[in-house]
């Protein structure tokens, strides 16, 4: 490939609707219209839902709270996917180009991660205020985990082929949105099983696992390769700084499913072995402990070096969201694992911390959708 070839592909990938097509400071960015690259707003919405009602026990007002922010997820999950559809039925092309083209191919990821976050938070947030629903729920939940899990495994395998044999440029943290869908179908896979029949409660494990496996190895190739050109070649472009937050959602994500299939697959196995499962799963909460300290460090320091530098703001910042949420999951199914009530509480001081990323989130998107709707210059980060 031409060295000319090589420098198209790669700006064709930072101009994703992640990176935005700019990456001066403070300069202003045209948003993308109702698709994909809005669904992280959806993931960070649902899982909040979830985790506030997981902690409601600890925060104060965090179960009323729930219900709110779900009948946003609700919404938001609504709007866009009629949105899209309303873009695709007036111009098919829309679709096409969606699937096609790289710099947009990772964000049909967060499509399946939107339905599932949302499907698993209806789960226990609907039944908590309207008991009488819990069937129809699973039942919807159910379809949800289906679509959701075709979508990301699609997602990961279309994205994983189309970098073999071609050179796409210089790797991104935006790379590895395509592979984190499968973890989260292995999380919610995991959870569903009690709700399947027995007929299908093998084939609902055996999924999530190979989900888990898909999800973990690729994505750790794929992220491997971004640090190290971040780290070794070229920094993260301002404008996508909060984008190191994304790695971080195989963490959290990951170290929930661990948890999440080993209590699980209790029945599946012979007594002796169901201790084993649970060791793995906390030796594996362990290294992923280890792992993302540094990791954590490293996504705040780019986060506040782009507020700093005042980055654009762009749907990317929703990125700030739903990794963060994973680690407060992470934790707290750790808890019950290992027993130690320190992570419990560290799951709750990320629901907190979720609250205010999301807030923020909430409030630049819907400034700057107006603004922009009124043709003026979309938000900076100098003002919320």
Known sequence: MSLESRRSVSTD???SPMHGNKSGHGSSIP??????AWFPSVMGTGLLANLLHTHAPHLLGAHILSAAVLGIAWVLLIGLTCGFAFRVVRKPSVFSRSITDFSQMPFWATVSMGYLSVGSASTVVVPSFAPGLLGFVWGLNTGMWVFGTVVGVCSAFGFAARLIGVDRGAPTTIWGLAVVGPMVSSTTGANLVPHVSETLDPYVQVVSIACFFLSLFVGSIIFACSYNHQWRVEPIPVVA?????IPLGVVGQSTAAAQAMAFQ???????ETQAAMHNLANLYG????????PLVIFAVAMTIRGFYLRMPFTPGWWAMTFPL???ALGATLFARGTGLSFFTWLGAFGTVCLVGTVTLCLVTSTRAVIMQS???PVTKSSGV
Do not use: E, K
């Open 31 to 36: 948003l993308p219209p109702a698709g994909p």
């Open 265 to 271: 697959t209790d029945h599946l196995v012979l007594p």
């Open 325 to 327: 949420g994973t680690l």
């Open 241 to 245: 700084s909060v984008s190191a937050w």
């Open 286 to 293: 362990w290294i992923m402990l280890i792992v993302g300290i």
């Open 374 to 376: 009124r043709g003026g």
């Open 13 to 15: 990938a930072r101009n």
